[in-house]
């Protein structure tokens, strides 16, 4: 995620700069995901794509549109699921009634 931090910068008072911010999972969720991976692999696939869905329906409220790949790795990270799962999660739920809508690469809400 990216924010605007106001600091101090060389030769100007202070400016205004993107700073990448990289949270760290939710160690309680992937566990979870993880053994129910382990476990019951068809129960892990729904659950993930719920999490997918308002994972990324929150990232989207709080940032605005974002890019395909910066949806994907998002998800992939904090799921802790392929980029290739979070893929197929992205294009059945920006189906024509689904959540998602996909214009010019940037994934939005409907």
Known sequence: MRHKKLIPVEGKASARIDVLVVPAPAPERVRELNTLKALDLTEFNTRAEAEFVKLVADFIREEGEQRVRAVLAEAAFELNISIETAK???LKHSARR????????KVGLR
């Open 98 to 105: 689904a959540e998602f809508v996909i214009n010019d690469g």
């Open 88 to 90: 197929r999660y992205l």
